[in-house]
């Protein structure tokens, strides 16, 4: 049974799917079209679990396509399990980098909220953070 949804209205969509076509070392894997702009989130076992984007319709693709319920025990799985979520991760870090080093931020967090680069550094950790909270917060996560 193929799934078709048109998204609107702002709602979280994570949906899944088996990536598995056929069995053996040479099997197919499914994967959505391009046009759908779906963004993978994570593998798990053999599904593939991918964010669709608000206002798509969900065409036929020929294989089932499940809506994921997002509870707070799905979200903190795709969240361990997702490359997107580690890059986000990294991308994070990359920008703090950019301004502090590891060794700056120890001797920061030895100063204390007295000293007024302890406020600019974390103020700017705080920009960073807030920043790769709304980017994972785009897929739902």
Request: with cysteine.
């Given at each position: 049974?193929?799934?078709?949804i048109?998204?609107?209205m702002?709602?979280?969509?994570?949906?899944?799917?088996?990536?598995?076509?056929?069995?053996?070392?040479?099997?197919?894997?499914r994967?959505?079209?391009?046009?759908?702009?779906?963004v993978t989130?994570?593998?798990?076992?053999?599904?593939?679990?991918?964010y669709?984007?608000?206002?798509k319709?969900?065409?036929d693709?020929?294989?089932?396509?499940?809506?994921?319920?997002?509870t707070?025990?799905?979200?903190?799985?795709l969240?361990?399990?997702?490359?997107?979520?580690?890059?986000?991760?990294?991308?994070v870090?990359?920008?703090?980098?950019?301004?502090?080093?590891i060794e700056?931020?120890?001797?920061?967090?030895?100063?204390?909220?007295?000293?007024?680069?302890?406020?600019?550094?974390?103020?700017?950790?705080?920009?960073?953070?807030?920043?790769?909270r709304?980017?994972?917060?785009?897929?739902g996560?």
């Open positions: 049974m193929a799934w078709h048109v998204r609107g702002g709602v979280e969509m994570i949906a899944r799917f088996e990536t598995a076509a056929s069995d053996g070392p040479f099997g197919t894997r994967k959505l079209p391009n046009e759908i702009d779906a989130i994570a593998e798990i076992g053999t599904w593939r679990y991918v669709i984007p608000d206002g319709a969900m065409p693709v020929g294989f089932e396509v499940e809506p994921v319920p997002l707070a025990e799905t979200r903190a799985a969240k361990r399990a997702s490359g997107y979520v580690a890059a986000i991760n990294d991308a870090r990359a920008r703090v980098r950019s301004r502090y080093s700056d931020e120890i001797g920061l967090l030895r100063v204390g909220a007295s000293d007024p680069e302890y406020l600019r550094w974390n103020a700017w950790v705080e920009e960073c953070r807030a920043w790769g709304a980017e994972k917060a785009k897929v996560l």
